[in-house]
């Protein structure tokens, strides 16, 4: 199975908002809204940020927020701040209870 | 606090096999699912498997399929990863997480695993 596909990069300047993409196809995204964020800050463990497409874990700021349209899913982070820089994974449910992630964007805020 | 805590790192020659643990503490082991996930130098998360920490039962990612074997210890709270027939593409970090319940397609993957760092090297 190939990955989604994420832009390698995006930025934005603090205060701002960027979108990260995920394009996959109706085996994947587009088949189920079960898509997921992570957050990965450099060696550090993958954190949760988005499940079920749209869906908060308990504590996370409402900064992060999730949608889907067709094929492909976004991820848009408002009001950036410092911390926000990291790398960030879509990763989707992709049949047969398997899963799928993408190629990860790396964030910077300029 | 729900926990997962990895064994430490490994170092290989190609063709060995390595397991690497992961260590469950905070909640009821058997009621969920385990997950791993491994991530080579500079590269992409890549999904491997699952294993019903209950049932036992497992799935492997079609990249892994007859190399990777994931097994649980359910009186030790602990899930084991064994890969084999290495070679130096498997130099990575492995990763477990907790699925939210049992297998299903709305998993998602919190908390994970620190982490452990296996080098395949002649």
């Known amino acids: 199975q190939s990955a989604l596909t994420q832009p390698r990069s995006v930025s934005g300047s603090p205060g701002q908002s960027v979108t990260i993409s995920c394009t996959g196809t109706?085996?994947?995204?587009?088949?189920?809204?079960?898509v997921a964020w992570y957050q990965q800050h450099p060696g550090k463990a993958p954190r949760l940020m988005i499940y079920d497409v749209t869906k908060r874990p308990s504590g996370l700021p409402d900064r992060f927020s999730g949608s889907k349209s067709g094929n492909t899913a976004s991820l848009t982070i408002s009001g950036l701040q410092a911390e926000d820089e990291a790398d960030y994974y879509c990763c989707s449910y992709a049949g047969s209870y398997t899963f799928l992630f993408g190629g990860g964007t790396k964030l910077t805020v300029l | 606090q729900v926990q997962l805590v990895q064994s430490g790192a490994e170092v290989k020659k190609p063709g060995a096999s390595v397991k690497v643990s992961c260590k469950a503490s905070?909640?009821?082991?058997?009621?969920?699912?385990i997950h791993w996930v491994r991530q080579a130098p500079g590269q992409r998360l890549e999904w491997m498997g699952w294993?019903?920490?209950?049932?036992?039962?497992?799935k492997y990612s079609q990249n892994f399929q007859g190399r990777v074997i994931i097994t649980r210890d359910t009186s030790a709270s602990t899930g084991y990863m064994e890969l084999s027939s290495l070679t130096s593409e498997d130099t990575a970090v492995y990763y477990c997480?907790?699925?939210?319940?049992?297998?299903?397609?709305?998993?998602?993957?919190?908390?994970w695993g620190q982490g452990t760092l296996v080098t395949v090297s002649s």
């Open positions: 997480a907790r699925s939210p319940n049992i297998p299903s397609p709305s998993d998602w993957f919190d908390p």
């Open positions: 109706s085996s994947d995204v587009g088949g189920y809204n079960y």
């Open positions: 905070g909640y009821t082991f058997t009621n969920y699912a």
């Open positions: 294993i019903n920490a209950g049932k036992g039962d497992t």
